[in-house]
Nanobody
Framework: QVQFVESGGGLVQPGGSLRLPCAAS????????MGWYRQAPGKERELVAE???????TYADSVKGRFTISRDNAKKTVYLQMNSLKPEDTAVYYC?????????WGQGTQVTVSS
């Protein structure tokens, strides 16, 4: 079955960096666009970055220029490099297919940006 395992989150000071990996399984990874989503307390889950099967990337305006999504098809893993982190980036981060996510979600990884 489809599974996602996110990791790499933690507590970081404003201006700091984190790199989140997400291991995927249960589908043919290389054929799918992949996305990183986040959900802050009291807010809807939102797509913040997406990478197509061909490697093209798009970003939400709120993270453009600070976050970078990448993928390793051999490892079935998608990454999110987050730089210049802000308190408003605090959320649980999830990965899933881009465009139309699978109904199955991982546990996510908590990112907290605070001094």
């Amino acid at each position: 079955q489809v599974q996602f395992v996110e990791s790499g989150g933690g507590l970081v000071q404003p201006g700091g960096s984190l790199r989140l990996p997400c291991a995927a399984s249960g589908f043919i990874f290389k054929f799918y666009s992949m996305g990183w989503y986040r959900q802050a307390p009291g807010k809807e889950r939102e797509l913040v970055a997406e990478i197509t099967s061909g490697g093209s990337t798009t970003y939400a305006d709120s993270v453009k220029g600070r976050f970078t999504i990448s993928r390793d098809n051999a490892k079935k893993t998608v990454y999110l490099q987050m730089n210049s982190l802000k308190p408003e980036d605090t959320a649980v981060y999830y990965c899933n297919a881009g465009n139309v996510p699978f109904s199955s979600w991982g546990q996510g990884t908590q990112v907290t940006v605070s001094s």
